[in-house]
């Protein structure tokens, strides 16, 4: 079956600094992979957008100076957060879409600030 | 303004009954509904889907009925169990919108009592 994976799964950083994270699709090629963050809030707030073979289009309050993402091929997209404040806290999830409508997230990268 | 609402946010439910989950949305291009299921430090799990073609989805304890229309939705969840006690998701997507951007309700928690 479709799965897809995150690491890590929670990750603590100081104010300031940068954090890194990965998403890999198993069992299916990921033509596109979205990045969302989910906070108490928010709800789920779209970050990215990636699909293969176009230019990644990032959401407004989003941009690729602060979050980064790189989608070099079908299973794999990463995305580091940059200078980490507190108001970037919350639960990263990676969704990835195969041929089809579905959409499958991974289990999420929690990010705390301190 | 939100485009796609969810009612109740909280829902109670004996075992065994049905619970009942109300989905709205604004945008008529929207052409597809997945709810997802998101049980606590978890990511969200694709639970079922319908597109605006059908008026009605059904996997198991699990359907989705589909009023077009009126631009509504619901998720039904027949013979309710403890383990059913989640938050849940509506999301929406057209068809035409690049890659696979979902637009997310802000979910309707639902506890199932023994």
């Known amino acids: 079956g479709a799965l897809v994976y995150q690491y890590p799964r929670r990750t603590i950083c100081k104010s300031g600094t940068s954090m890194r994270m990965e998403c890999q699709a198993v069992g299916f090629q990921a033509t596109s992979v979205a990045w969302y963050r989910q906070s108490p809030q928010k709800t789920f707030e779209l970050i990215a957008l990636s699909t293969v073979n176009s230019a990644i289009k990032y959401e407004q309050n989003f941009t690729q100076e602060k979050f980064p993402i790189s989608h070099p091929n079908l299973s794999f997209s990463s995305m580091t957060v940059l200078n980490a404040y507190l108001e970037d806290r919350g639960l990263y999830l990676c969704?990835?879409?195969?041929?089809?409508?579905?959409?499958?997230f991974g289990p999420g990268t929690r990010l705390t600030v301190l | 303004q939100q485009q796609v609402r969810q009612s109740p946010q909280s829902l109670t439910v004996w075992e065994g009954e049905t619970a009942i989950l109300n989905c709205s949305y604004e945008?008529?291009?929207?052409?597809?509904f997945p709810w997802y299921q998101q049980f606590p430090g978890e990511g969200p799990a694709l639970l079922i889907s319908i597109l605006s073609v059908s008026d009605k989805k059904e996997d198991g304890r699990f359907t989705i009925f589909f009023n077009k229309r009126e631009k509504k939705l619901s998720l039904h969840i027949a013979d309710s169990q403890p383990g059913d006690s989640a938050t849940y998701f509506c999301?929406?997507?057209?068809?035409?919108?690049?890659?696979?951007?979902?637009?997310f309700g802000i979910g309707t928690r639902v506890l199932v009592r023994p």
């Open positions: 999301a929406a997507r057209e068809t035409n919108s690049a890659g696979n951007k979902l637009t």
């Open positions: 945008n008529s291009a929207f052409d597809y």
């Open positions: 969704g990835a879409r195969g041929a089809y409508a579905e959409q499958f």
